[in-house]
């Protein structure tokens, strides 16, 4: 049990070292290593190739989707000169005079997803967990590397829980899509191949 943890940390990391010392060697940016720390590393490279494979697991990912506030005043900064709300339906903006309390205040808004970026390997079962702090709907699907809906569009709700389970079949990115606030409030999972 203990090596097959090890391998599941150490494995991608090793192909990463190995994936940037090959392109470094196939660049010629090798100056300053002799001939026998290139085979040495030629030689790690070629046991990667050997390395064990990681057996599939049922994974469990923890989601929020949150909207992320900020207000200044026009005294201490001028109002953007685009309004943000035309550049994403996941921006908004609140022009000065939206709070009567205090006429030069503005304030700008985004909705993501937290965490952002998470990973996960080829044949595990995804289950995603996703809570919606803020924003009363939100229409939600995830995209697989190559397109494709792996998960179908689920209305989300304010203050509720939704589990999206779906099955890592492809190595590389799969997309968490917010489509009312896109792209702003878009997620990847990042699933790494697994021998």
Not at 34 to 41: F, G, I, K, V
Not at 75 to 95: H, Q, R
Request: proline share 6%; charged share 20%; hydrophobic share 40%.
């Amino acid at each position: 049990m203990f090596i097959r943890k090890r391998a599941r940390l150490l494995v991608p990391l090793m192909l990463m070292i190995a994936g940037v010392a090959l392109l470094a060697i196939a660049a010629g940016c090798t100056s300053g290593a002799s001939e026998e720390d290139l085979d040495a590393l030629r030689a790690e490279v070629q046991a990667l190739d050997g390395a064990p494979s990681i057996d599939p697991v049922d994974r469990l990912i923890e989601v929020t989707g949150f909207e992320i506030k900020g207000t200044t005043n026009t005294e201490n900064l001028a109002v953007p000169e685009v309004d943000p709300s035309t550049l994403s339906a996941g921006y908004g903006y609140k022009a000065p005079g939206f709070d009567e309390d205090n006429p030069s205040d503005w304030r700008v808004e985004t909705y993501i997803w937290g965490p952002g970026n998470m990973t996960a390997f080829q044949g595990d079962t995804i289950d995603l967990h996703t809570f919606i702090l803020n924003g009363n709907s939100h229409t939600v699907r995830v995209e697989g590397p190559d397109g494709s809906t792996v998960v179908e569009d689920v209305e989300m709700n304010r203050g509720r829980t939704y589990n999206l389970k779906f099955d890592a079949t492809q190595a590389g990115v799969y997309k968490l899509i917010c489509l009312t606030h896109a792209p702003t409030m878009t997620a990847d999972i990042v699933v790494l191949p697994t021998s």
